[in-house]
Structure formats: C-alpha cells, structure tokens
T-cell receptor
Framework: SQTIHQWPATLVQPVGSPLSLECTVE??????LYWYRQAAGRGLQLLFY??????ISSEVPQNLSASRPQDRQFILSSKKLLLSDSGFYLC??????????????FGEGSWLTVV | KNQVEQSPQSLIILEGKNCTLQ??????????LRWYKQDTGRGPVSLTI?????NTKSNGRYTATLDADTKQSSLHITASQLSDSASYIC????????????????FGTGTQLKVEL
C-alpha cells in the first residue's frame, strides 16, 4: 500500500533561520508530488509541484524553494524565514486507482511558527 | 477567477442528527469535484470525487451530490457521530493540467463541523 510521510510535525523557528521540511512516499514510483500551505481561515494554496526527479514548478512567488533529489522524496526549504511563512504545510501525491482516479493524498502536515 | 465557496462556515449539531454542507464553485473548465475531511492539525482525507456526469456518490454515511448546471455540490452526513467533528473541504479541479502535474485544484475554506452529545 502507498504511504506518505512528512516531518517534522511541528517546529518553531526564528525569523531569518533556515527551513527544511521533508516528505517521502512509499509504495509507488514516479509519483507527482505537491507542497501546499494552509493559512488560518484560508484554503490550501499550491506552492510547488514536481513530476519527476529534479523537476520543480512553482505556482506562486515566495520565500520558499523545493527540491526533489530522489523519486519519492520532496523537500521544502527556505534560506531565511519570514514571519509570513508561518502556516500549516502539507505534502501530497497524486494517486490513480480505478475507484478514485487522480485522487490527491495528503501527508499529516507540518505546523511552522516563525517567531 | 476560479473560486470555491462553502457554507455554512461552521455548524454544530447533536449526535445522531443529519446535516448538509454546501459548496458553490466558479471553476472553468470543470473537471471534477472532491470532498475532503480534515481533522484538526491533520492532513485532509478524501471522501468522494465526482466528475461532470455523476450526480451523486456515497461513502458510508457521507453522500455527495453534484449539479453541474448550477455549479453546486452538497455533502450530506447521516446519523452523525462525534468522530465526524472536523473541517470539510470542497475542492474543484479545473480541466487543464499543471504541465503534467495533474489538474489545478481550487480549495474552499471549509465548513467546521462539531458534533455534540
């Protein structure tokens, strides 16, 4: 079965410090991977998506970057965090089954508080 | 601009009662509509996904309907349980791909449901 693992679950970082959130998917190969951010009271916003190793597309300009060093690994990074980077970050992958084609499966999320 | 609006913003019901959540969208071209359940501090979990030709789809006590003409969807929860307390998010997929990365999704802000004894 496919699983998605995202960590760390929570972190508090000072302004100007670096960030690294990691996401791995198991049980599938060459998945489409996504990073979303969910700000309080707002819908999920797509930040980055990747269709393969080293292939990253950005949906919105921002202080963050993403990388995909391995087929099932997706990393969200920042060199210097801003207060506005606080939020709930979700990694996701796109599955395809007969029952639910093109379903997006989300990780457990990472709470980031920049202080 | 693609938009998804959900109502009510929050809802409190007694255990065992039924409820219906609404979703209106202006997404074009339409591909499919999904309902997710998100427990506090957790990632969303898929409940249903419906394409243009589907009017209703059930998943246990959850039944989703879709009216593509009026661009409205509803999620009906039957015989609610305490564990149904969560945020329910309506997500609409536009019919153009993210350059091979799947279709572009527009998320509603969710309806926060609380089920009480």
């Amino acid at each position: 079965s496919q699983t998605i693992h995202q960590w760390p679950a929570t972190l508090v970082q000072p302004v100007g410090s670096p960030l690294s959130l990691e996401c791995t998917v198991e049980g599938t190969s060459n998945p489409n991977l996504y990073w979303y951010r969910q700000a309080a009271g707002r819908g999920l916003q797509l930040l980055f998506y990747s269709v393969g190793i080293g292939q990253i597309s950005s949906e919105v300009p921002q202080n963050l970057s993403a990388s995909r060093p391995q087929d099932r690994q997706f990393i969200l990074s920042s060199k210097k965090l801003l207060l506005s980077d606080s939020g709930f970050y979700l990694c996701a992958w796109r599955g395809s089954t007969v029952e639910q084609p093109n379903t997006i499966y989300f990780g457990e999320g990472s709470w980031l508080t920049v202080v | 601009k693609n938009q998804v609006e959900q109502s009510p913003q929050s809802l409190i019901i007694l255990e065992g009662k039924n409820c219906t959540l609404q979703c209106n969208y202006t997404v074009s071209p339409f591909s499919n509509l999904r309902w997710y359940k998100q427990d506090t501090g957790r990632g969303p979990v898929s409940l249903t996904i419906m394409t243009f030709s589907e009017n209703t789809k059930s998943n246990g006590r959850y039944t989703a309907t879709l009216d593509a003409d009026t661009k409205q969807s509803s999620l009906h929860i039957t015989a609610s349980q305490l564990s149904d307390s969560a945020s329910y998010i309506c997500v609409v997929s536009a019919g153009y791909p993210l350059t091979g990365g799947g279709n572009k999704l527009t998320f509603g802000t969710g309806t926060q449901l609380k089920v009480e004894l």
